[in-house]
């Protein structure tokens, strides 16, 4: 079966995805987005600071907690269309102002949130929240995606 656009229901999600975060993986989103910042990279830094150790950039919730509508689907029985493009046409992350850092077990799951149909086509609205291993909300976004194959 495919997910296609009259069987997306809005509250349809993900099974959750854990992962630990590493000091490694931190280094390496830093690296890639060009963060300097010692905090990200650099223990003893980040402790002059007052922060327990490294932290995690805000933004690197892309990485440790990504969309993920294909295991959406295939948790409704289904696989995504052929060609669908997945490339976002919009996102909104809200900070929850709760550092993550080396060590924490981050939960995320994705969940169908919207659908709307207009002049500019269909887009589905995808919320993704993710929660350490204490339970606590450290990243909640939005990411739409234009619902039309190539």
Known sequence: MIYTWDRAKVGDTSPPTAA??????IADYCRAARYENLVYTNQPAARETGL???IAPPAMVLAFAPPRPASLAAAQGCALPEGLSLNP?????????VLVTHGDIITAQTTLAGKEEG?????LTFTIRAHNQEGVLVAEYDVEYLWEAI
Do not use: K
């Open 52 to 54: 327990p150790g490294i």
């Open 89 to 97: 046409v919009g996102i909104t992350i809200r900070f929850q102002g």
């Open 20 to 25: 630990e975060i590493t000091d490694q993986q």
């Open 119 to 123: 002049e500019g086509g269909r887009c």
